[in-house]
């Protein structure tokens, strides 16, 4: 007994000193959930591909932790003219290999990043409709056929490779390191996909070093065992903390937490396009008349929904109620919308406006493995709306079934369901991005509305949208969009917020991050409090 | 024995076909890949050509056949999301798999066996009583939930095991493999027994069963008359007769257990091929889903064949049998 015990306060005196002398090391585990599909920056363009990328390449305008536009690669950018924007580049910075960079290495990664052969998703979004020139080493335009305001935010999506490695080079040669040479705060070692991804510092970054030698990302798929892994000591740092243990991680004294509102909204898409939609019905199960068409009906529901309470309830306190797009802060947020009062009275009042007092029957279609606790917000709404008379019928199912149905599952590829559950995350950081895919009417030619799932329209406010994506003067567009967004949300409820995400990491203490709005786990920015 | 293996080998391509179209069908007609691909502010024309470039745009029968053609030549298709060959990236994950599916199958016979035997042999002591209580314990629990606790007990609590992942590797025959390194042990200790738990008790319960069985025949009455040692008796009249249903269990079981490793890899972070099969099926990544699938079915057919073959081996009434078949 004697000796079990002294073995057992070895250990753990073992145990104990890990992390100081992984500290003196400067070396960083980090457990993480998703695991980028490749190395290669424009091979995929989805989140944690992005987010990767951000580690070993620099862009020509970097984002900060909340989507606002900071100088990257490029030291400052402007618009000539309505058509035309120029960017001076940074000199003096050195690719990991010591080539210098310059303006053709932006000219190579233009072309080459809308031509990466089998990309199952293209940076063409952000590159189409814009031609770089060189002007001089330092010196790029871009030029658009339209006026065009998003330029600096688009361009700010995009990673700069090297051409020397670049040229000819497949994405399986970034995978292997071989033309994964960047200009980012780390160089890339290795990966071994579903194991270890390892980067090393870059001494000779151009911007602020990071303080790790060496960074070792572990993919860890499971909630639990991310949070297992770092109570264990195994991991530094995790990401993507499920709502569940944050209480408990709160009360640990060797875990730091840090938590931020994310850019992504929980929202509520109603079929706006149909005489006769496919999952609604009166009471006794006959057809009527879509009543999501009626103003009041949908301004009815709004008012139903308790967000506060499935802020509290569901979320477990981890996320914000929503009145608009996206929340304070944000370029083009209106300052006047609030969320939806919780008003069941005023609710049925309006139903019974609407003609219809007792209601009607409904389903509410929403994924259960996307956004955090979705089928539990589902269930949450079902029953809210059922207490005004809207019988309302949760069904959830696996984002990898329900996306296809919600958005094309219908007759003619059109959106099969009549109410869902979405979310939408502005990669750009600005409203135009939720309004142009979101509330504009649903146009293949103009390539607005591709997510508009309700199929909600309206000529005012698609005006409003396309004239601010016109606009390149800020305060002008941030105006336009302000205006777009009180009416195509605040008045005419084209969509439903609910809530925005809240997103949560987690450190050894010592370690601190500053959370993203857009989700992303940037490594160089962990830093130690020493 | 020719005609015997020639016959299970026709049956066995017959099998592999069905399978194929089965799983090919049953996949496909699934969601659609592209959503989970795509940036979701892609326009129209984005997921258009996506689409097409995947080739779903095409017939389904279009789509199967187009699959065939290939499978014939050693192509499984590529990952939609990694962009290789579906099958080079199933076989790079399989060395992991095998690791922990060997081990957990060797930790299953070797503390399930001798329990198995002694409680056999000594049914109302104890230790039987207290070995067979916990074995149904082993069937019972859901692994995924006992792999948790293990974490929170062996990692979080103690500390005395890493709580995720793989260890260091070194390469044998050209293979990774991490039981020859110290960490690599402490790494596949928990998930390996984790994934064992369950077999352990089966084979604790076959043991117990053959044993009770085979104790009272005549022929033991006989090697004990005979004045034979009680180790003699046990390991050599004993074991040879009740190692037939073991064999044939395990032998099944290890096709599972590399099958449905899918948990415990999930739980661990392992490497392997089950946890690529998750990632495969959560984001509609056909092409993986599919070879793997086929590949298991292979490796299925080939784990009975080699148990029928170890059958007449073992138990050569299989092999006269068959000779008058």
Redesign the interface.
């Known amino acids: 007994m004697y000796l079990n015990k002294t073995l057992y306060a070895t ?2 005196a073992a ?1 104990m000193s890990l992390p100081a002398s992984a500290l003196m090391a400067a070396d960083l585990t980090v ?1 993480m959930n998703a695991e980028p ?2 190395i290669d920056p424009h ?4 989140g944690p591909n992005n987010a990767m990328a951000q580690n070993i390449f620099n862009r020509l305008i970097e984002q900060d932790d909340k989507q606002r536009l900071l100088p990257g690669l490029a030291t400052s950018w402007k618009a000539i003219d309505d058509l035309t924007w120029e960017f001076k580049l940074r000199k003096g910075v050195k690719f990991h290999d010591g080539t210098p960079f310059t303006a053709d290495d932006v000219i190579f990664t233009m072309e080459r990043a809308v031509n990466v ?6 940076f ?2 952000y590159i189409k409709g814009k031609t770089a020139s060189k002007i001089d080493d330092y010196t790029i335009q871009f030029k658009t056929e339209r006026p065009y305001p998003l330029m600096p935010q688009d361009i700010s999506n995009v990673p700069i490779v090297s051409k020397k490695h670049g040229t000819g080079a497949t ?2 040669d970034y995978n292997s390191g071989k033309a994964a040479i960047g200009t980012g705060p780390f160089k890339f070692v290795k990966w ?5 991804i390892e980067l090393t510092k870059n001494a000779d970054y151009w911007g602020d070093k990071t303080e790790w030698d060496n960074v070792t990302i ?5 909630g ?2 991310r949070v ?2 770092l ?4 991991v530094d740092f995790i990401d993507d903390v499920p709502p569940t243990d944050i209480s408990r991680l709160k009360k640990e004294a060797n875990i730091q937490l840090s938590q931020g509102i994310s850019n992504r909204v929980i929202y509520l898409h109603m079929d706006q396009f149909r005489e006769d939609s496919p999952f609604i019905t009166a009471n006794d199960g006959s057809k009527i008349k879509n009543p999501l068409l009626d103003n009041r009906v949908r301004l009815a529901i709004s008012k139903a929904i308790n967000r506060e309470l499935i802020v509290e309830r569901v979320m477990e306190g981890v996320a914000v109620p929503a009145g608009q797009l996206l929340p304070e802060g944000f370029f083009g947020v209106s300052p006047n919308m609030k969320p939806e009062k919780y008003d069941p009275a005023g609710a049925k009042k309006l139903l019974a406006e609407a003609g219809l007092p007792d209601g009607f029957k409904m389903t509410i279609h929403g994924p259960n ?1 996307r956004y955090i606790n979705d089928a539990k917000i589902a269930e949450a709404i079902a029953q809210m709306l059922t207490a005004i008379g809207i019988k309302t019928t949760p069904i959830t199912m ?7 149905r919600a ?1 094309r599952g219908g007759p003619d590829n059109s959106p099969e369901f009549s109410f869902v559950l979405v979310g ?2 502005s ?1 750009t950081g600005e409203a135009s ?1 939720p309004l142009k ?1 979101l509330l504009h009417t649903y146009d ?1 030619a103009k ?2 509305g ?2 508009n799932r309700g199929r909600h329209s309206n000529v005012e406010a698609d005006k409003l949208i396309e004239e601010a994506l016109a606009t390149v003067d800020d305060k002008k567009r941030s105006d336009l969009l302000i205006k777009a967004t009180e009416l195509a949300v605040g008045q005419r409820l084209g969509i439903i917020p609910l809530h925005y995400q809240v997103n949560t990491w987690a450190a050894r203490k010592g370690i601190v991050y500053k959370a993203r709005t857009d989700e992303r786990t940037t490594l160089h920015l962990v830093s130690s409090t020493k | 024995m020719s005609v015997f293996i020639i016959r299970r080998l026709m049956q066995a391509v017959l099998v592999v076909w069905i399978m194929s179209l089965l799983v090919f069908v049953g996949v496909n007609i699934v969601g659609d890949p592209v959503d989970m691909l795509i940036n979701p502010e892609a326009d129209q024309a984005e997921i258009e050509r996506v689409i097409k470039e995947l080739g779903l745009d095409r017939p389904i029968h279009e789509q199967y056949w187009f699959f065939v053609a290939n499978a014939l030549k050693g192509d499984l298709g590529n990952s939609f999301i990694f962009n290789q060959p579906a099958l080079k990236l199933i076989l790079q994950r399989m060395p992991a798999t095998f690791e922990l599916a060997i081990v957990s199958l060797l930790m299953a016979i070797v503390i399930g066996i001798p329990l198995g035997v002694y409680a056999g042999l000594k049914p109302d002591s104890k230790i039987s009583k207290t070995v067979m209580a916990t074995s149904i314990l082993g069937f019972s629990l859901p692994s995924f939930w006992v792999g948790l606790m293990m974490i929170m007990v062996f990692a979080v609590m103690l500390g005395w095991l890493p709580s995720f992942g793989r260890g260091d590797t070194v390469p044998l025959f050209g293979i990774e493999v991490s039981f020859l390194t110290w960490d690599g042990l402490r790494h596949l200790f928990l998930p390996a027994l984790n994934l064992a738990l369950f077999n352990i008790s089966l084979v604790i319960r076959l043991t117990r069963a053959g044993t009770r069985e085979v104790v009272h025949q005549d022929y033991i009455k006989f090697a004990r008359a005979k004045g034979l040692s009680q180790n003699r008796i046990i390991f050599v009249h004993l074991m040879k007769n009740i190692m037939i249903p073991v064999v044939t269990v395990l032998g099944l079981e290890f096709g599972g257990l590399i099958a449905f490793s899918v948990v415990t890899e999930t739980i661990f972070s392992w490497p392997g091929m089950g946890k690529l099969i998750i990632d495969a099926l959560q984001n509609l990544d056909r092409p993986v889903v599919v070879a793997y699938l086929m590949i298991i079915v292979v490796l299925f057919v080939v784990i009975n064949l080699v148990v029928d073959i170890l059958y007449s081996i073992l138990d050569p009434r299989v092999r006269l049998q068959d000779l008058k078949g």
């Open positions: 250990m753990l145990a457990g599909s490749a091979y995929h363009n989805l052969p089998n990309s199952p998703a293209s063409v979004t994405t399986a071994v996909p579903g194991d270890v572990k993919p860890i798929k499971s639990p065992g297992a892994a109570l264990a000591g195994d493995d696996p984002k990898a079934v329900y996306f296809k958005s939408w995350g990669g991005s895919s293949k390539g607005f591709a997510a």
